[in-house]
């Protein structure tokens, strides 16, 4: 079974740095794209970047470009999200998902509450 | 504002048909296929139909997609309480080089 599991929720503080995983299992993990995306509360769906881990080509949506980072470790077929300085508006939903022309399958998410 | 534009809700009762619309330009809708998500309450979004008009296996085909120049809907026949949900309609864009995605329909079984 294709799967991406992501790590747990996070509590942060402002200005706090962060670093979230997205581990994938049952495939490939070098040979698809992995995508980020952001839902506020609330809110829909935001693309935030994506990555190929065969060889880290990375692509970030202008609106998240220098905000966020994206990295992957092929070695243990998972990627990450990290932020050097959190900020409140960074509370959210943090999706995983494979891309391959659609996210399929998606991780099951994880939540981000930045609050002093 | 999303680069995609649905309707914010929609709505019908049981049994019934409902479309739902998104509109996109010439860089994304208009020169790559389309998908849509659905994203029931308190879960993560999971593809409902791929490359305009594809079901993956395990959705039913009360579903349906289509797509026409810059536009696509989403027709959902025989409408049933489970089908409540929020959809979102989806495509690559060329000129932002990555996928974007319409604002959501939040769709109500009355």
């Known amino acids: 079974e294709v799967q991406l599991v992501q790590s747990g929720a996070e509590v942060k503080k402002p200005g706090e740095s962060l670093k979230i995983s997205c581990k994938g299992s049952g495939y490939s993990f070098t040979s698809y794209w992995i995508g980020w995306v952001r839902q506020m509360p609330g809110k829909g769906l935001e693309w935030m970047g994506i990555i190929y881990p065969g060889d880290s080509d990375t692509r970030y949506s202008p609106s998240f470009q220098g905000q966020v980072t994206i990295s992957a470790d092929k070695s243990i077929s998972t990627a990450y999200l990290q932020w050097s300085s959190l900020k409140a508006s960074d509370t959210a939903m943090y999706y995983c998902?494979?891309?391959?022309?659609?996210?399929?399958?998606w991780g099951q998410g994880t939540l981000v509450t930045v609050s002093s | 504002q999303s680069v995609l534009t649905q309707p914010p809700s929609a709505s019908g009762t049981p049994g019934q048909r409902v479309t739902i619309s998104c509109s996109g330009s010439?860089?994304?809708?208009?020169?790559?296929?389309v998908n849509w998500y659905q994203q029931l309450p308190g879960t993560a979004p999971k593809v409902l139909i791929y490359?305009?008009?594809q079901r993956p296996s395990g959705v039913p085909d009360r579903f349906s997609g289509s797509k026409s120049g810059t536009s696509a809907s989403l027709a959902i026949s025989g409408l049933q309480s489970e089908d409540e949900a929020d959809y979102y309609c989806?495509?690559?864009?060329?000129?932002?080089?990555?996928?974007?995605f319409g604002g959501g329909t939040k769709l109500t079984v009355l």
């Open positions: 998902a494979r891309h391959s022309s659609w996210f399929d399958p």
């Open positions: 010439s860089s994304n809708i208009g020169s790559n296929t």
């Open positions: 989806a495509a690559w864009d060329d000129s932002l080089k990555g996928p974007v």
């Open positions: 490359s305009n008009n």
